[in-house]
């Protein structure tokens, strides 16, 4: 198993920006793909990002190419979410997730409590 937590949340006005961390610890950081989802009440959660386990190969939802940058540090079992340009629209619980395999959109096996990003305009 793996244990994640994030930081790096808190309140921003709109066109600022911010870094989420996720750090995981328990088995081996790089056997896993990882990924960030968001989530505002009442509504499903979001994909946001994912990362292959080397970090070669990045995925990202719509809403936030060009915006957002994934990134992770295999060596501080450590994944980052940069987030650029921040919009009202982008205020939610953002959520760090590992799973072996494949990276991308799906289930995820880990989940992180969750970090509350807000963007007030």
């Known amino acids: 198993q793996v244990q994640l937590v994030e930081s790096g949340g808190g309140l921003v006005q709109v066109g600022g920006s911010l870094r989420l961390s996720c750090a995981a610890s328990?088995?081996?950081?790089?056997?896993?793909?990882m990924g960030w989802f968001r989530q505002v009440p009442g509504k499903e959660r979001d994909f946001v990002a994912a990362i292959s386990w080397a970090g070669l190969t990045t995925y990202y939802g719509d809403s936030v190419k060009g915006r957002f940058i994934i990134s992770r540090d295999n060596a501080k079992n450590t994944m980052y979410l940069q987030m650029n340009s921040l919009k009202p629209e982008d205020t939610a619980v953002y959520s760090c997730?590992?799973?072996?395999?494949?990276?991308?959109?799906?289930?995820?096996?880990?989940w992180g409590q969750g970090t509350q990003v807000t963007v007030s305009s």
């Open positions: 997730a590992a799973r072996e395999g494949r990276a991308g959109r799906g289930e995820y096996d880990y």
């Open positions: 328990g088995r081996a950081f790089n056997r896993y793909a």
